[in-house]
């Protein structure tokens, strides 16, 4: 079992439950000889098995997609460094919890600390969108923002590419809306549509809760994680161009 669990289990269900895993590392300074800010968000992407999570990670950290299925068991995850502006630099830690584990007893664990996260359903699934109130539902229940508001979440309506899937762009407003999100985009992982766009959409939120929500000091809420997935490091400005066959989004 990888160091972060062991902590995150010794941690058991205290009050530090609340609080958000944003910290700032040592400032170390820009060409301009500026302080670079570094912070690091916990982020869980959540939704019924095979509709995609783990591809989107996979995606957006390493710019790889592969066809097969291999699902994933409990939790991984994977990092993604961001060159937000001259003076930022943004940690996002990705964690892919298994779709598996909607019933299972340990997303209580998992959720712990997150700032926002990401519910995913297959736009070939129907069965799988019906489940999305669920798992925000479940969300709600485990973990709040340091002022006891529910974590901002977007929804991705995953596997745009394949032509039996059907966006009702009106319904996904409305749902979105009334269901409390921050928004939604269509993405395709095999086709990378939407990934880095909805990726930065929801930086952008965090940056804007993590500013008014008072997050935790580092030794508090410091993550090591140990991953197969690598760490990647990107430039938002060079790398968050809109995808060339760019779809539907909301926000
Ligand atoms: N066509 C298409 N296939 C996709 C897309 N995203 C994922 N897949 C395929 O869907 C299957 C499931 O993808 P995963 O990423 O493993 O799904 P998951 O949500 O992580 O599943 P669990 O780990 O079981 O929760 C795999 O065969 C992927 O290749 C997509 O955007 N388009
Ligand atoms: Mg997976």
Redesign the pocket.
């Known amino acids: 079992m990888s160091k972060i669990m062991d902590d995150v289990l010794e941690d058991g269900d205290n009050d530090k439950s609340q609080q958000q895993n944003s910290i700032s590392k040592e400032p170390t300074l820009n060409n301009n000889g500026q302080p670079i800010q570094q912070h690091l968000y916990k982020i869980l992407v959540i ?10 990670i996979k995606r957006y950290c390493t710019g790889v ?8 068991i409990g939790v991984d995850f994977a990092v993604k460094e961001l060159v937000w502006d001259e003076k930022t630099v943004v940690s996002l830690q990705l964690w ?1 919890i ?3 584990e909607r019933f299972g007893t340990m997303t209580r664990v998992y959720y712990k600390y997150a700032i926002a996260a990401i519910i ?1 359903f297959d736009l070939c699934r129907p069965a799988t969108f019906e489940a999305v109130t669920k798992w925000r539902d479940d969300l709600n229940s485990k973990v709040v923002l340091g002022n006891q508001e529910p974590i901002p979440v977007l929804l991705l309506a ?5 032509k039996s899937s059907v966006i009702d762009a009106e319904m996904l407003d409305n749902f979105v809306r009334e269901n409390n999100f921050i928004g939604w985009f269509a ?5 990378n549509i939407n990934i880095d766009e909805s990726m930065r959409f929801l930086t952008s939120k965090v940056l804007e809760v993590a500013k008014t929500n008072h997050p935790p000091k580092p030794e508090e809420n410091s993550f090591q994680l140990q991953s197969d997935q690598s760490t990647t490091t990107s430039n938002s400005k060079q790398n968050d161009k809109p995808s060339s066959n760019s779809t539907t989004c909301c926000t």
């Open positions: 939704g019924d098995y095979a509709v995609g999570k783990t591809s989107i997609f592969s066809p097969n299925y291999k699902l994933t892919d298994a779709g598996h995913v995953n596997k745009c590419d394949l993405t395709s992982a095999h086709s």
